[in-house]
């Protein structure tokens, strides 16, 4: 199955009805997995109400943040969402944030690879010894877990865990992903050079010293898509989501490789000083270019073509960042018709 074939899609909705309809619409054109993300809602309550909403199509945290919540919280919650979706659920967990998971959520968040690692494993062994009866025990540096005396009684949704995904953006991320993850979900702002030069390798190496196959991970990566004949107006949609990301000092390095690190400095310092109109302004339609595929579709097909074919399957989501919600669900459902592969779209 060609990764055209695979597509994921955000749960997106102003409200639970919106949320509902639009990962129906996905079900119906074939969509194979929807991913709740964690910002406005809670990514696990919005799991499991799709769960309860749909019959065919994946559902999935897309990402919660790992280390606000403790392994065995992560292990049942996920066991929950798979008994109530009848074995459809995946686990996406990532790092999140320093700041937001310091100043928000009072987390320690450390050296976030190594943290993310350990969770990833204590997460999974809670889920695999759940029904044993037997003390679980994970020590590391992070954590350091003894369960005793507790067994769960309920019956799993099928013989294997769900599946863990991590989010990841720098190779060190993507190497962890490949240490101990069954997937990796691509952030929506990287070029493809970023894919070939730093992600691929960085989940690789992984792989390598893990003694992993490469068939043993599912690679996702995500492609920003703003389907517009209008092709001004589509570059501007996907200028917001990126001024946004340009706020972030972590990832200056994305914008580095391509040369366009003074655009996100100046992008950042009028966030800094409250000029909010001259955040995305700073963006310029090449940097868009790099990034983001934006435009008729025959362009946004072509740009997600040729990230199909560094992947196992596609996660595809519209600009997200300073666009009104209604505007933000008609290109959502603009991916789903196009993209679905039940929609007769690709």
């Given at each position: 199955m060609s990764a055209?074939?695979?597509?994921?899609v955000a749960a997106i909705g102003n409200t639970v009805a919106d949320l509902e309809a639009e990962a129906?619409?996905?079900e119906a054109a074939g969509v194979e997995c929807v991913w709740a993300p964690e910002l406005f809602r809670a990514a696990d309550t919005q799991a499991a109400y799709l769960a309860a909403k749909t019959t065919k199509i994946d559902v999935a945290t897309g990402i919660v943040w790992a280390f606000t919540r403790s392994p065995f919280i992560l292990a049942i919650t996920a066991l929950d969402i798979d008994e109530m979706s009848g074995g459809?659920?995946?686990?996406g967990m990532g790092a999140g944030v320093k700041r937001l998971n310091e100043t928000w959520h009072n987390a320690a968040y450390g050296r976030p690879a190594p943290h993310l690692k350990e969770a990833i494993e204590a997460t999974r062994l809670i889920m695999r010894q759940a029904g044993a009866g037997e003390p679980i025990r994970y020590q590391g540096k992070h954590y350091d877990i003894d369960i005793k005396?507790?067994?769960r009684p309920h019956p799993p949704a099928r013989e294997t865990p769900p599946p863990i995904y991590t989010a990841a953006v720098q190779a060190g991320m993507a190497r962890m992903a490949g240490?101990?993850?069954d997937g990796l979900i691509g952030h929506p702002i990287q070029s493809l050079r970023w894919i070939d030069e730093v992600v691929v390798p960085g989940f690789e190496e992984g792989l390598r010293r893990s003694g992993r196959e490469r068939a043993d991970f599912d690679y996702l990566p995500t492609v920003c898509c703003v389907i517009d004949d209008d092709e001004a107006h589509a570059l501007d949609l996907a200028r917001r989501t990126i001024s946004f990301y340009a706020t972030v000092k972590t990832y200056a390095p994305v914008w580095e490789m391509h040369g366009f690190s003074d655009q996100a400095n100046a992008a950042g310092e009028a966030f800094r000083r409250g000029?909010?109109?001259?955040?995305p302004a700073a963006i310029s339609d090449a940097m868009v270019e790099?990034?983001?595929?934006?435009?008729?579709?025959?362009?946004v097909r072509a740009r997600v073509e040729a990230t199909a074919e560094r992947a196992d399957g596609l996660f595809l989501t519209p600009p997200t960042y300073?666009?009104?919600p209604e505007e933000l669900s008609e290109h959502q459902n603009r991916i789903i018709d196009a993209f679905g592969p039940g929609s007769g779209g690709v």
């Open positions: 055209l074939e695979r597509i994921s129906l619409r996905a459809r659920f995946r686990l005396g507790w067994v240490d101990v993850a000029d909010l109109a001259a955040v790099a990034y983001c595929a934006a435009g008729p579709l025959d362009k300073f666009i009104a």
